[in-house]
């Protein structure tokens, strides 16, 4: 079904590692910033896939952020970053 290979980094992962740049800004990954096990912020997004106060799947463009907690909401979300709160037990990237 889904191909289980590790992601190899691209052109412009490899650029930014040379020039010591964060790759999430030259090429559009998504950032995640944890604040403890209550808080969840998320750049450069792609969309929401699945949304519920038990799990919320967020599109991170070549693979899912898979968040998992109890009485997750999502406070705020714009095109670029989003918000998510509640208690965060496992985030799975796939």
Request: overall charge negative; charged content about 25%; proline content about 4%.
């Given at each position: 079904?889904?191909d289980?290979?590790?992601?190899?980094p691209?052109l412009?992962?490899?650029t930014a590692?040379?020039?010591?740049?964060?790759?999430?800004?030259l090429?559009?990954?998504?950032?995640l910033e944890?604040?403890?096990d209550?808080?969840?912020?998320m750049?450069?997004?792609?969309?929401i896939?699945?949304?519920?106060?038990?799990?919320?799947?967020v599109?991170?463009?070549?693979f899912?952020?898979?968040?998992?907690?109890?009485?997750?909401?999502?406070r705020?979300?714009?095109?670029?970053?989003?918000l998510?709160?509640g208690?965060i037990?496992?985030?799975?990237?796939?």
């Amino acid at each position: 079904m889904g191909d289980k290979r590790p992601r190899r980094p691209g052109l412009l992962e490899k650029t930014a590692e040379l020039l010591d740049l964060p790759a999430d800004a030259l090429t559009g990954l998504p950032r995640l910033e944890l604040v403890g096990d209550g808080e969840l912020r998320m750049e450069n997004h792609k969309g929401i896939l699945a949304y519920g106060t038990e799990e919320i799947h967020v599109s991170g463009g070549a693979f899912v952020v898979k968040i998992t907690g109890h009485d997750l909401e999502l406070r705020a979300m714009t095109g670029l970053e989003l918000l998510v709160t509640g208690r965060i037990t496992q985030i799975q990237l796939g």
